[in-house]
């Protein structure tokens, strides 16, 4: 990424559940290119190509953050917010570090 500086993903809000991690994410569809556009107040900030129609949207996220956090799809799931540009994502098979260190790399 060409950005000028990366996100601080220290700040991003994380909750360690038995069943894997939740992560804020608000999502900005029809955004150029899929990216990750940092973190505020503790959310993800996710830049995604697809429109907010039909889940499309929905699914691009799913499949850019298993690839972001080399997880299969299945192991992204929207636990609320599917209507919506903030969602809750359950992330399964990482603790909160590696979700972090993930993002880190990925930004790298």
């Not at 150029?32 to 039909?54: C, F, H, K």
């Not at 850019?64 to 399964?92: C, D, N, Y």
């Amino acid at each position: 990424m060409t950005d000028h500086h990366a996100p601080d993903f220290a700040t991003l809000a994380l909750t360690e559940r038995a069943d894997g991690v939740i992560v804020q994410v608000r999502v900005i569809s029809r955004g150029g290119r899929e990216q990750i556009d940092g973190v505020g107040a503790g959310i993800l900030r996710v830049r995604l190509t697809a429109p907010p129609v039909d889940g499309a949207a929905n699914k691009a996220l799913q499949r850019f953050l298993a690839t972001v956090l080399h997880q299969p799809k299945g192991a992204i799931t929207i636990a609320s917010g599917a209507h919506s540009r903030q969602k809750m994502l359950l992330i399964a098979g990482l603790s909160g570090d590696q979700v972090r260190q993930r993002l880190a790399s990925w930004q790298a």
